[in-house]
């Protein structure tokens, strides 16, 4: 039986109702191509959910997911590329984000 990997990673939206209406729509129709890169990476789930302008998405992964060969895919992947920079006009770095930094990785503190 395989075993999947959790992981919980966070970022915010910026504060605008309108911004916040346009993000969610894409993600109703999210580009067939993206959905590719994403299950092409090993990741067998994944939900966003929001509150006010703070987003968690939970990821579920097979045992040929990495982080680093998920990030070397969508470089190299012009539509994953497009993408990016057009969700970055809706998003916006954590506070405690580096420079660069996006979807931050949340770090487990409770598991019953």
């Known amino acids: 039986m395989m075993q999947l990997k959790r992981y919980c990673l966070l970022l915010d939206l910026k504060d605008d109702a309108q911004l916040i209406k346009e993000y969610e729509a894409y993600h109703i129709a999210i580009w067939p191509e993206i959905s590719r890169s994403?299950?092409?990476?090993?990741?067998?789930?994944?939900?966003?959910?929001?509150?006010?302008?703070?987003?968690c998405m939970i990821?579920?992964?097979?045992?040929?997911?990495?982080?680093?060969?998920?990030?070397?895919?969508?470089?190299?992947?012009?539509?994953?590329?497009?993408?990016?920079?057009?969700?970055w006009k809706y998003q916006q770095a954590l506070p405690v984000a580096k420079a660069g930094e996006k979807w931050m990785l949340a770090e487990m503190i409770f598991s019953i």
């Not at 994403?38 to 987003?55: C, F, H, P, T, W």
């Not at 579920?60 to 190299?76: H, L, T």
């Open 59 to 87: 990821m579920e992964v097979n045992e040929i997911f990495s982080f680093d060969a998920k990030n070397e895919a969508d470089k190299a992947n012009p539509k994953v590329q497009e993408w990016e920079a057009l969700m």
């Open 38 to 55: 994403i299950k092409d990476a090993g990741i067998v789930s994944m939900e966003i959910y929001r509150v006010g302008n703070r987003l």
